[in-house]
């Protein structure tokens, strides 16, 4: 192969991350609603018959179909049935950093906000209740943090005796934080807490430089 043609291949590509085509997509919403000219976040419980997670507090969203038009369009379809509101529900959705997740699957959060007369009936079969937490509350609180580590464990095939060190080659480990968030008899935690240090830590940025 010649060398025009290797630059031709490169030449004004846009990169991306390596491996990206086999992760998995997934969308959240974090619904903001306001209730007596105060705002709050609206939060499920996920239904106690799901197969994972059940039992957790999280925000609607779920995983980004082929048919999806957008990561934005999936966070507000996932929104509407999982919370039996209307699309029209919903205005004002703006995007947050996105997340790559030490598993392979990248998180897309958005913000919205949700009419405060919206109709809301959540779908049994994946949201066992919903509840909301004043905004004040995450923006004068900070969550407790603790650390999950991260280590590689080669499968009983894995060819050691190819790569330097063998048996004793210094895998790389890592430690991730894990945000906890308690309000009331509530525990907030992984990543639905991750977003709320993530949105919080925006506003309270922008509070200053208002100031």
């Not at 976040?41 to 048919?67: A, M, N």
Request: with cysteine; aromatic share 12%.
């Amino acid at each position: 192969m010649d060398l025009d043609t290797i630059k031709q291949r490169f030449h004004n590509r846009t990169p991306r991350i390596l491996g990206s085509d086999d992760f998995y997509r997934f969308s959240v919403l974090l619904p903001l609603v306001e209730i007596a000219d105060e705002m709050h976040i609206l939060f499920e419980v996920r239904s106690e018959h799901l197969r994972r997670q059940p039992g957790d507090i999280c925000f609607p969203g779920g995983k980004v179909d082929e048919t999806d038009a957008s990561e934005k369009h999936t966070a507000v379809r996932e929104t509407c049935e999982e919370l039996g509101i209307r699309e029209e529900d919903l205005s004002d959705i703006y995007p947050m950093d996105y997340i790559v997740s030490s598993f392979g699957t990248f998180i897309f959060p958005y913000i919205a906000v949700l009419e405060k007369n919206a109709v809301i009936t959540p779908n049994p079969s994946e949201v066992a209740e919903t509840f909301t937490v004043p905004l004040s509350y995450f923006l004068n609180t900070e969550p407790d943090v603790y650390k999950v580590g991260i280590t590689i464990e080669p499968e009983n095939d894995f060819p050691l005796d190819l790569i330097a060190g063998g048996e004793n080659y210094n895998w790389q480990t890592r430690k991730i934080d894990e945000y906890f968030y308690f309000y009331e008899d509530r525990v907030i935690w992984g990543l639905t807490a991750k977003i709320l240090k993530h949105f919080s830590a925006e506003i309270k940025q922008l509070k200053k430089n208002i100031e």
